[in-house]
């Protein structure tokens, strides 16, 4: 187990979305983000107390979390002198980066010197099967997206908590770094072998109670040409009994890739849909997930309104105006 | 790249079959396949010169390839006295066998000893980058099937042997274990991290000259719940300007999942054309290449027309019947 509580490491994030892994520590474990550490030119801030190492050591922390994840998850030679001096200063540090902190021998020394412990958590810990195709029993939903880093792991957690305040039976099931820090559990799905990507995701949401509800995280989009195989990975080895279509309007291209716009959220759903219905012919779209945080309250409602005219199911912002019509359309199933 | 001309193992095989891997080499690279090797016992000939390892030293060979796969995918001990005599001649060894020749220390010892190479095809040797979704420049075809196992790397290599035929410039581009010793190299995608399985393939697939086609290897199927994440890598990493469709008419279920039916060629059509224009708007389909080995040619040749007559587009057994419909509609493209 981690020890918390953390530090959450934003390092040099060149915006605010680089740092998804903080900030989700901090919504949902908020009693596990105690303070935050930000480099020289840092453009993220989770509003919570900028603390140095002596400082963050003095108030009890335990662990330095990075929390920040730039593109191809290596670790940048400017946080190599803080992270060094954290283990000398005694922190365990928590990553989810590609480039493990067990592959850097100076992060190691420093580890074995200090008597710390370097938790890699996007390490796959099991050697997962192929996937196998056969029903299983209990319900899924699955959170698919118009784009990556666009709310799918948000509308799964906002499930889980009105789920959970209505007494049914439910569990997020993490598929992502940020994820598993926050949960403690779940399959690092980008980092597994593309042969056993769908096997994974079974492996993670076996059979269970006839009413429980397994709320699988979503990864990357199908229209997304860096990570649509992991997508249909996650529809395919999740079986899912719903999915829920995740947008956010004012993004005006495919995250990493400027010369790719957005597609609509009829054309996931449609998509999404058909191919799911090969694992699960039953499965349905239950509604959309509408991330408005660049919206104003007014302009947020309209935008649900319209969409909900338009595509005729139920919508919402979650994080922003609760889960409870997606809920309510869960439990219908 | 593995170096040629090839010494081709046979070592102990138990029948023709077991020696597929030969038999690929021999049948699309025949300038690669300068010699075979069989130990006391073999029952599989390609028709190659026997050589020594003396002999196909002399004679200019530079690695010897295991072509032949045993049960379980092992390391005889019976062969490992000639591997590590090879080695010591001074020959590199490539294999695609699941038990890696890096992970015997007597194969290790001796090609370090000799400063020798041990190629295994099944693990990638490369860091493949993230996929940019950048146009590239040059044409490329990517074989698709209803199912996995179904011959869309004989497509390929049809087409490939074709296109060459009439002085088009193509490369066969490998994807799977096979079709890496084959031809030298490629990308074992099924073995590569999730988050790079895209990348591996714009890496496959770079720019070339505008009149160039790289004709990719497909694998598994976008409707086989396994491996379709894979599949969809392909489509988006591929970029491919032109797909063909692989089938096999006589098979009742998919591959390794009996409860699931093969869908439809239509179906894999519009899917698979529907998401690989989110890369590349301009895609199309070529035609269908339908694998009748285990049809009667007037069988064969019934179902190939009622293909076209009903889908509309070229279809053929390339491996039986010749490539030529489909480099027809591609070299229009």
Chains 1, 2 share one sequence.
């Not at 520590?25 to 989770?46: L, N, S, V």
């Not at 072998?193 to 009413?211: Q, R, V």
């Not at 229209?223 to 947008?247: E, F, K, M, N, R």
Request: aromatic letters at 6%; one cysteine or more.
């Amino acid at each position: 187990m981690i020890q918390t509580p953390y530090l959450l490491f934003l390092g040099d994030a060149p915006d605010a979305l680089a740092a998804k892994v903080a900030q989700g520590i901090k919504d949902w474990r908020p009693d596990f983000a105690a303070a935050q550490f930000r480099m020289e030119g840092c453009k993220a801030d989770m509003g919570l107390t900028d603390m140095s190492l002596a400082e963050a050591k003095a108030a009890g922390i335990k662990t330095l979390v990075i929390g920040v994840a730039n593109r191809g998850g290596v670790i940048s030679p400017a946080w190599k002198k803080i992270l060094v001096e954290a283990l000398e200063q005694g922190f365990d540090i928590a990553s989810g980066l590609h480039n493990l902190l067990r592959d850097e021998p100076d992060l190691v020394a420093a580890a074995k010197a200090n008597g710390r412990t370097l938790h890699d958590v996007r390490v796959p810990s099991v050697q997962y099967p192929i996937a196998n195709g056969k029903k299983r029993i209990g319900k899924r939903m699955l959170a698919v997206g118009t784009d990556c880093s666009i709310g799918k792991m948000y509308t799964a957690l906002c499930v889980e908590k009105e789920m959970r305040a209505r007494g049914m039976a439910a569990d997020f099931r993490a598929t992502g770094q940020t994820g598993i820090l926050i949960t403690g559990g779940g399959v690092p799905l980008d980092a597994v072998i593309a042969d056993f990507m769908a096997g994974s995701i079974e492996y993670l949401t076996p059979d269970n109670d006839a009413d429980h509800w397994d709320l699988i995280e979503g990864q990357g989009s199908l229209y997304h040409v860096s990570y649509s195989g992991v997508t249909l990975a996650l529809i395919h080895g999740g079986q899912p009994d719903a999915l829920i279509v995740c947008h956010e309007p004012t993004r005006d291209h495919m995250r990493g890739l400027p010369e790719y716009k957005l597609p609509t959220i009829a054309a996931v759903r449609d998509t999404a849909l058909a191919l799911a219905r090969v694992a699960n012919p039953d499965c349905v779209v239950a509604g959309y997930s509408i991330n408005t945080q660049h919206m104003n309250e007014e302009d947020a409602k309209a935008y649900i309104a319209k969409v909900e005219a338009e595509l005729g199911l139920p919508a919402t912002d979650p994080y922003r105006f609760g889960a409870g019509k997606l809920v309510d359309a869960l439990a219908g199933l």
